[in-house]
């Protein structure tokens, strides 16, 4: 757009001319300039300069037929040099002063009138005054108007000196000119309307002229509809034109039609887009396009067609991009179909613009061949001298010739042939290439912006192809490598290939012998795209420089890329560097293939261990699979494995290599194959083992293969479970087996293996003597015996665990965690060495209540060390001890810690089970209310009587697997109770076996009487039974408290009497005794059952009343019938203030009858003779 | 006369692709149905508000160039069709129907238990059909 002409590219603007009066020109031009619609102003300091605006000779209408359509230069004039009105200004002083003055002003005004005449000029006449209240004589006005020939409002009295009268006049001067100019340029526009109204003009030119210059002029006074109309009219006839006209020679009438079509069609595009019509425009515009693209004219000068065709795409996407922020979305509702987004964007336009750009590079390349061919150099050179004086001519897209003759230039037309030359001249001048670049670009910039990468990257491409025709190889290389990606990520393997052709020719332009390496591997090892049989013929630029995909020009590649590798061919001509790089100035050259490179296609490694799991120096199975998807075969010479251990690295070499066998062999494994052929999508597979020597893991990392002297593939080794398809491949209908034989190794095999520590060499020994007791500090001795390697920095680690894994605290005691509360507890551990005080410190790192660690000092082969952890269990328990040794072997860096593990469950038991009860005195009881009532609070409390002895019954058993041995035992009594042993105590050193128990008897009165009374505690010393050895087993104390009491004053007691045996047939009494302990009277009512084996007197059913603090005795005699042991008659007697009954146990009311008299005896005591009678002796000794 | 149709898949490859030019640009239809993937993601990115659209197979015209028009169809199962003819005035009625045919012609290829899905569509029998397809779409818009 830039190329046009200003006057053409922007709306016409008004003309004015003021004349006289210099100093107010720059005022009222500036004025005119901010008016809606503006005026432009052509300001002349004095009337001398008004002969510029002299009328040419006109050319008469009936001339011959004209020169040339459209005059280039009409516009630019009637824009800046005819004025539409002229102002002539004069000082009021100049028209009111002395004669000579207004003879001079009258004179200017003739002058003036002379010039305008001939052309129809306005005239205005402004009367410049300073002042507002100057009288102005009328006559001398009324004799200017005359003169001027104007109306009188046409006349102006311009103040100056007053802001706003100058404003005021200012503004009436606008108005003057606008309605002028106005009428001006309706009166031009009507004159020509009715020659071509009237159809007086001889030759379609001067009707295309005509319409042009009534658009103009309707243009001129913003009259849109009526400027489209005619320069779509001008337009038509002009195309009627191209078969018609026979003025030019041929060439040179089209280049003119075509140069005045692209103006009136500029015109109108800017028109149509102007007023928001854009479908409009872009119809308008590519029937514009469809009817010139075929009048390409004779071939040697088609480049310049083409040329103008890129032209009207350029310009037409500039009007799009510069008014695109005006057209946003405006479908016009007129057109059928409403646009899509695509047909708007100017990126299309700049495309197509560089694509004709293009053309026209190639036809002129086909025009400046031939004429270098046909060899016409004399024609040239005589052509040559003459083409410096070929101008552009005074008619739109024409050209002449210019000759001095006489002192005058005169215009001479051209022929075809020396316009011709003259064009190619100028076209060589011109750089298409960087031309078609920057459009590309813009194209790329819109299109990226847009979001649509594909368009985007082919305009790259584009792009990239134009640098490489122009030899910019590493710009281009660049572009293309760009656009690679996406052709790779999609699959679009034609236009992949496309690609990849041009970027192997650039590196190969460059000498970039690995990138040529690379793009060649990579394009033998693209599929071939199945119904490419389509492309036929090598068609050039279209395919790139790769030709057509095919299985042959695969081969083709492959085949020269390896070639070249081997020196036998030489690809590398380069230009720039004028050497051809022979085979000794290879480089070696190493390619590395990851994960995401696009080689993978071209080799593919994939590795796995067929196990997860080995020992050190264990051999394992590992393969190692290779899959090329190149077209021909690829013989390997050398296969290198590395791990992330360097000792497992191994080389693979084809037998007939022994070269590079002894080259290699030192530190490396070598195995040999007889055949390292690669086929094309068949795996090859090979099977190793391997020996891992560190622990940890061992992992497969690259695989370099030496192909030929100097070329390295040094790829990535990738496990079969998580293997990437290949990216172009994936899309393919192709047969596909496994990398391994073993199809599930496929999909589980991992290219690296986790090696397990070395079997350890040292005995960790755990002892332990059954179960631990509760309270005694448990021994486990622990030894550690070496047996094969050395003890370097050994760690010991002790740890607790509680079985049911709920720690050692068990959940259910709701006692808050406590450290007392731990129920099993690792107290120390003592080191049983002799050199106690050189490890003393050290030795013992940390021992807390489960865990322990502690360090193992040095031990040599054969050595030994123990030590004893001390455990003690609170509570039974089951816990697991883990204990586990961790120590290095030798004392070398690269020695691996070794552990051993070892563990031991251990039953922490009860050693003694200790019990208590109370009992009341034989045959006694006494009434305690808190047993009648039902107890309210949960807690089961014994009651015991006040100041009444109850028994207490202590009892301690061996619940134990081991025999356990008594000590002693004590009961530590509380403050209010008297606790005396009855009886003696004589528990020391008692034997106890599993499951025997020990009794002792204690009286117990309490003191005083309290809801909750301690009773005492009972501490037994025991200790385990160590029969064997001589040592003395450590003497421990459990300790058990017996629970709080309840002691309250009994209101009644009551007791039975009644001789401890008796004799069959000898009556007795048996007395009832009922203690009233209260201030109250108490009524008791008693009954007696009978019993069979007796016989009894007194009453069997009654009531007492007993007096306060006194005795109620109730008697019976009784006979007994019946010997052995028998049950008293049963009495019931029953409180009747405290609705008690009380009935003696049947233990307590039962008697013993002997048949006659008994006598005892007892040991060193004497003879004991029951007191009731001495006559049955013989009776004891017989029972 | 159609010049080319494709069947592109979801990661935007092409699974067929077929031109039936005698002329030497089987390149540059490539290169203009990998372009007018394109406008099919603007279109599928960005819907018409309007409703019937929703359900839409049809993507219609997906733009003009020079030369021809490039029609776009995507199935329920998103995968794409890409029709480009150089007929300058075609119906709307003929290119659905066009593209019902092929997208039937389609399912049947498809349907081979021998096709791996998202695999290249090599079937001979789908080129006979398209290539019939193809010439009735001519011939129907002659009558």
């Not at chain 1, 051809?580 to 290879?586: A, L, P, Q, V």
């Amino acid at each position: 757009m830039e190329d046009y002409a200003e006057e053409i590219r922007t709306p016409p603007v008004a003309l004015v001319a003021v004349v006289g009066v210099p100093a107010l020109h720059q005022t009222i031009s500036a004025a005119l300039h901010v008016e809606q619609p503006p005026i432009n102003t052509l300001a002349l300091p004095d009337f001398s300069r008004i002969s510029i605006m002299t009328s040419k000779q006109k050319e008469t209408l009936d001339s011959s037929p004209p020169g040339g359509i459209m005059k280039r230069d009409w516009l630019a004039k009637h824009r800046t040099k005819i004025p539409a009105v002229v102002a002539a200004l004069f000082n009021y002083d100049h028209v009111c002063g002395d004669p000579a003055q207004w003879l001079q002003v009258c004179t200017d005004l003739e002058n003036l009138k002379a010039v305008i005449r001939g052309r129809n000029i306005k005239l205005v006449v402004v009367l410049v005054q300073s002042t507002v209240n100057v009288d102005t004589s009328e006559d001398r006005l009324i004799a200017l108007r005359k003169r001027a020939e104007i109306d009188a409002k046409y006349l102006l009295v311009f103040v100056q000196s007053d802001p706003s009268e100058l404003k005021l006049s200012l503004n009436r001067l606008a108005t003057v000119f606008a309605e002028l100019s106005h009428a001006y340029y309706r009166e031009e526009g009507r004159k020509i309307r009715t020659r071509i109204e009237k159809k007086i003009f001889n030759s379609i030119e001067l009707y295309v002229r005509y319409c042009f210059k009534v658009a103009v002029y309707a243009e001129f006074r913003r009259d849109w509809a009526e400027a489209l109309k005619f320069y779509e009219e001008g337009y038509n006839a002009l195309r009627e034109m191209v078969g018609t006209s026979t003025r030019l020679p041929p060439t040179q009438r089209l280049v003119e039609i075509k140069a005045v079509a692209e103006q009136l069609h500029f015109k109108v595009s800017t028109l149509l887009l102007h007023g928001g019509k854009v479908s409009e425009a872009i119809s308008w515009f590519w029937k514009h396009v469809g009817s010139y693209k075929k009048l390409t004219g004779l071939s040697n000068v088609a480049f310049l067609h083409w040329e103008w065709v890129s032209r009207q795409f350029l310009v037409f996407a500039e009007l799009l991009e510069t008014s695109s922020t005006t057209i946003q979305s405006t479908t016009s509702p007129l057109s059928k179909k409403p646009l899509t987004e695509w047909e708007v964007q100017p990126a299309y336009f700049y495309q197509l613009a560089a694509k004709y750009l293009r053309e026209k590079k190639h036809c002129l390349d086909q025009t400046l061949s031939l004429s270098e061919s046909s060899g016409e150099s004399g024609g040239t050179k005589a052509g040559e001298s003459s083409l410096e004086s070929v101008v552009p001519s005074v008619y739109v897209g024409q050209f002449s010739c210019i000759l001095e003759q006489e002192e005058a230039f005169i215009m001479q037309p051209l022929t075809d042939e020396e316009y011709v030359l003259y064009a190619i001249a100028e076209g060589k001048r011109f750089q298409e290439s960087y031309e078609i670049i920057a459009l590309l670009k813009k194209s790329f910039d819109l299109y990226s912006n847009a979001g649509a990468l594909r368009v985007a990257s082919y305009c790259s491409g584009q792009m990239a192809r134009e640098y490489y025709v122009a030899g910019d190889f590493s710009k281009a290389k660049h572009l293309f490598d760009g656009i690679t990606d996406l052709y790779r990520k999609e699959g679009w393997v034609t236009l992949l290939w496309e690609v990849l052709g041009y970027l192997r020719e650039c590196s190969r332009k460059l000498g970039s012998q690995r990138d040529f390496i690379e793009y060649s591997l990579e394009m033998a090892a693209l599929p071939t795209v199945s119904n490419s049989g389509m492309i036929t013929t090598d068609h050039k630029g279209e395919c790139g420089p790769a030709g057509p995909t095919s299985q042959q020009q695969k081969e083709k590649i492959q085949r020269e890329a390896f070639g070249f590798l081997s020196g036998e061919l030489q690809l590398f001509l380069n230009e720039g560097t004028n050497s051809s790089i022979d085979s000794t100035e290879i480089q070696p050259i190493e390619l590395e293939i990851d994960l995401v490179s696009p080689l993978r296609a071209a080799l593919l490694v994939s590795v796995a261990f067929h196990d997860q799991v080995v020992k050190p120096g264990v051999p394992t199975l590992f393969t190692l699979s290779l899959l090329s998807q190149l077209p021909l075969p690829v013989e390997i010479d050398q296969l290198e494995v590395q791990f992330n251990q360097a000792i497992c690295n191994f080389t693979i070499c084809k037998l007939e290599h022994p070269s590079s066998v002894a080259d290699s062999s030192g530190p490396l494994q070598t195995e040999t194959i007889p055949n390292l052929t690669l086929v094309t999508n068949k795996w090859l597979r090979l099977t190793y083992t391997i020996i891992a020597g560190q622990s940890g893991k061992l992992e497969c990392l690259t695989v370099i293969c030496k192909i030929g002297t100097n070329f390295k593939i040094c790829s990535r080794a990738e496990s079969p479970a998580s293997m990437e398809e290949l990216p172009v491949w994936k899309f393919e209908d192709r047969v596909e087996s496994f990398p391994t034989k073993d199809a599930s190794l496929s999909f589980s095999g991992q290219r690296f293996i986790q090696v397990e520590e070395p079997d350890p060499q040292v005995d960790l020994l755990l002892d332990s003597s059954g179960p631990a007791l509760v309270g005694e500090d448990f021994v486990v001795p622990v030894s550690i015996i070496s047996k094969g390697n050395a003890v370097h920095s050994g760690e010991l680690k002790i740890n607790l665990v509680d079985i049911r894994g709920g720690g050692l605290v068990s959940p259910r005691d709701m006692e808050p965690f406590s450290p007392d509360s731990l129920h099993v507890e690792l107290l120390r551990v003592s080191v049983s060495n002799e050199n106690e005080s050189e490890t003393g410190l050290d030795s013992i790192k940390n021992i807390q209540q489960s865990f322990g660690l502690l360090s193992v000092p040095f031990l040599d082969i054969e050595e030994s060390w123990s030590c004893k952890l001390e455990i003690r269990w609170h509570r039974p328990k089951v816990v697991m001890l883990y204990v586990s040794l961790g120590y290095l072997p030798s004392n070398e860096a690269t020695a691996q810690k070794v552990h051993v593990h070892k563990s031991m469950q251990i039953e922490g038991k009860t050693p003694l089970l200790i019990s208590h009860h109370f009992m009341m005195p034989f045959r006694q009881d006494s009434l305690l209310l808190s047993k009648i009532k039902p107890a309210t609070d949960s807690e089961e409390r014994e009651t015991l009587a006040l100041d009444e002895i109850s028994i207490l019954a202590i009892s301690a058993r061996n619940s134990s697997e081991v025999p356990l041995r008594l000590i002693s035992m004590s009961l530590e009594a509380e403050e209010e109770v008297v606790v005396k042993p009855s009886g003696e105590v004589s528990a020391e050193l008692a034997m106890l076996v599993p499951g025997e128990g020990f009794k002792w008897v204690f009286s117990v009165i309490p003191q005083s009487a309290a809801p909750s009374i301690g009773v005492g505690t009972v501490s037994l010393k025991w200790s385990r039974d160590l029969p064997n050895s001589g040592e003395i087993a450590p003497r421990i104390t459990t300790k058990y408290k017996i629970p709080v009491v309840k002691v309250e004053r009994p209101p009644l007691m009551v007791s039975l009497e009644c001789p401890p045996h008796t004799v069959l047939g000898v009556p007795f009494t048996l007395c009832l005794k009922i203690q009233n302990q209260t201030p109250l009277l108490q009524e008791i009512s008693y009954s007696v059952m009978d019993a069979q084996s007796f016989v009894l007197s007194g009453p069997h059913n009654g009531s007492i009343d007993i007096l306060p603090k006194s005795e109620g005795i109730l008697c019976y005699k009784l006979v007994p019938l019946m010997c052995g042991q028998q049950q008293l008659p049963r009495v019931t007697v029953t409180s009747s203030r405290y609705a008690a009954r009380l009935q003696l146990s049947i233990a307590a009311s039962a008697v013993f009858v002997f048949p006659s008299q008994p006598y005892f005896e007892m040991d060193g005591k004497g003879i004991k003779r029951l007191p009731a009678t001495s006559d049955t002796q013989a009776t004891l000794s017989v029972t | 006369m159609i010049v080319c149709v494709a069947v592109v898949g979801h990661q935007n490859n092409p699974l067929y692709l077929q031109s039936f030019t005698e002329a030497d640009d089987a390149l540059k239809l490539h290169h203009i149905v990998h372009c007018s993937l394109d406008v099919i993601d603007e279109r599928v990115n960005n819907p018409k508000k309007t409703g019937p659209t929703l359900n839409e197979t049809f993507l219609g015209l997906l733009y003009p160039t020079e030369n021809y028009k490039v029609y776009g169809y995507l199935t329920n199962t998103k995968v794409k069709f890409i029709m480009v003819t150089t007929d300058l005035d075609v119906r709307d009625v003929d290119v659905r129907n066009f593209f019902r045919r092929f997208h039937s012609a389609y399912v049947d290829a498809v349907s081979n238990p021998f096709h791996v899905p998202g695999k290249k569509i090599t079937s001979n029998t789908f080129a006979q059909s398209v290539r019939a397809i193809v010439k009735s779409f001519g011939s129907s818009t002659a009558v």
